[in-house]
């Protein structure tokens, strides 16, 4: 049976880690197809996981004009972009693409890329398009590419997708045609990545499901010829609904009331099939962006999604639905008409075993109209504490105000403490360094997206995917982080492929380390 390998070693970008490498691990132990880093010692452990706002002393840089407008901009990707070993960074505003390099203790900009039409920038994805064994960079828009970075700049390939329109429309000039995201699958497990194209307007064209073929084909079914009809999708999240194995999608759509609610589709053999009226989760809102994860520890995914009006907390029952918990739980920090939740995704920021939610808030300024609301706001810091979330934003010296976009977490200085990266509309994204370790242990795992991972330690079950995506166009390097909290020992730890071949350890081991899936000798 198929194995896969991750692309790309694990990256640091800073030195000077509190954490320093402990034992090697003995040869042997671990089961074929994965494979680990050493345990690593925290030698100086902090009281509590500590931050300090790093982006524009690392070099990342905002557009050009800061008094820009806010409709759009701040789409992020995480990765080695060009194989050298480093994290770098690629952000897209409205009107310009920049690429920062990692250099071993920083970023340098090497390319600046104008918009030359100034309309809404796309999106970015990760993943492998054309079978090279490296993730691409995809870019979504009204002209869409893939590539990576080669001397100093991003070395693009155009991809051609086919007819995105009626033919009655000119892509160029006309008003709403921009494609939202394209975001990579492996739907039906034959090593090719497929694509699910969002569109972002309502008059002239549907969403699209392009099957791969190899070669830098692809095709749609007659089957899912139109997926979501004339809606506006703003964001989507590959996630598991029905803990089947394969991925399932879920499309958060704008301007809900008017044209259609949020939509699941079920992935069966490779087709996606629509399931929104048997989730309860089409939810008609002004949908920003869309995140999972199992946020009650009950083997089910949850969504988190932001939106214009308020974010909203769905939990999954165990029965293909899902409940809103969001007042129960204290999951929505939007409390002003306009103040907008934009990016929001889960991640275990104090390492407790426990999610925590992160919402890029932000308003909607644009020059067009001076009389609306231009305020800035600090990022939503929401920490799981005894199944409720708390704003801790200020607390945590979370608190810079901006108008802000996409995030993602990772842990960039792996120190076993995530870090966020948070793009703003117009000004430098902000990095949220971690200051070092603490006693509150860890696991990180890398590997192919959609695998499902499961850890026990101290008793208590565990489960995330590994994935790529980030809310609102973010995408980052495939992981999954687990915080173990005072549980130094996983007792065992199970990686179930999506291709459904099921990698186990049963013996106990010391965490504080990165595992990661490895190709079949």
């Given amino acids: 049976m198929r194995r896969w390998i991750l692309t790309g070693p694990f990256l640091a970008l800073l030195a000077g880690s509190a954490c320093d490498g402990g034992a090697p691990v003995v040869e042997g132990e671990w089961p074929v197809g994965l494979s680990a880093d050493p345990a690593q010692e925290c030698v100086a452990p902090l009281a509590s996981a500590a931050w300090v706002e790093s982006g524009e002393a690392l070099g990342l840089a905002g557009a050009s004009n800061p008094d820009g407008d806010h409709t759009a901009g701040g ?6 972009l060009d194989g050298d070993g480093l994290l770098d960074v690629y952000v897209g505003q409205l009107d310009v693409l920049r690429l920062f390099l990692g250099n071993g203790e920083s970023f340098d900009e090497t390319e600046s890329t104008p918009l030359a039409n100034g309309r809404e920038v796309g999106t970015f994805s990760l993943g492998d398009l054309d079978g090279d064994g490296s993730r691409d960079l995809i870019f979504a828009a009204a002209a869409p590419w893939f590539g990576r970075a080669s001397g100093g700049a991003m070395q693009r ?75 506006v999708g703003f964001d989507a999240t590959w996630f598991d609904w029905d803990v089947d194995g ?38 008609e809102i002004l949908g920003m962006g869309g995140a999972a ?83 800035s ?11 409720v979330l708390l704003n801790r934003t200020v607390e945590m010296g979370l608190d810079r105000e901006g108008s802000w976009r996409s995030v993602l977490a990772h842990d960039v200085n792996e120190d076993g403490v995530l870090d966020l990266l948070v793009t703003d509309a117009v ?24 695998a499902r991972v499961e850890v026990s330690a101290g008793g208590q079950l565990q489960t995330g995917w590994i994935e790529s995506q980030s809310s609102l166009g973010a995408a980052r390097v495939p992981s999954v982080h687990f915080g173990l909290g005072g549980d130094s020992q996983i007792d065992a730890l199970a990686v179930v492929l999506p291709d459904g071949e099921r990698i186990e350890r049963t013996t106990p081991f010391e965490g504080r380390r990165r595992l990661r899936v490895t190709e079949n000798p």
């Fill in 75 to 80: 789409t992020v990707a995480l990765d080695d």
């Fill in 157 to 231: 390939t155009a991809l051609d997708l086919g007819g995105l329109w009626d033919g009655e429309h000119d892509p160029d000039t006309s008003p709403g045609m921009d494609m939202k995201a394209l975001l990579p699958a492996d739907l039906d497990a034959d090593g090719v990545l497929d694509l699910y194209q969002l569109m972002h307007d309502s008059e002239f064209s549907t969403d699209r499901v392009l099957h791969g073929l190899g070669g830098m084909e692809y095709a749609s079914s007659a089957e899912e010829s139109d997926p979501t009809g004339l809606r």
């Fill in 246 to 283: 394969d991925l399932d999608i879920y499309v958060i759509q704008d301007r809900g009331s008017e044209t259609g609610g949020n939509q699941l589709f079920e992935n069966r053999d490779g087709l996606l099939v629509d399931r929104s009226a048997d989730c309860a989760c089409g939810l």
């Fill in 293 to 375: 994860g199992d946020y009650n520890r009950d083997g089910f995914p949850d969504l988190y999604l932001s939106s214009t009006d308020s974010n909203v907390l769905l939990a999954a029952t165990g029965s293909g639905e899902f409940v809103d918990v969001t007042q129960a739980v204290g999951a929505d920090p939007v409390d002003k008409p306009w103040r907008m939740g934009w990016g929001g995704i889960f991640a275990d920021l104090d390492n407790d075993g426990w999610l925590d939610v992160v919402a890029a808030m932000g308003d909607h300024w644009p020059t067009a109209n001076p009389e609306e609301v231009q305020e």
């Fill in 377 to 387: 706001l600090p990022v939503a810091v929401l920490m799981q504490e005894g199944g």
């Fill in 427 to 450: 000004l430098a994204p902000s990095l949220y360094m971690s200051t070092g370790c603490t006693e509150a242990s860890w696991l990180e795992v890398y590997g192919p997206v959609g």
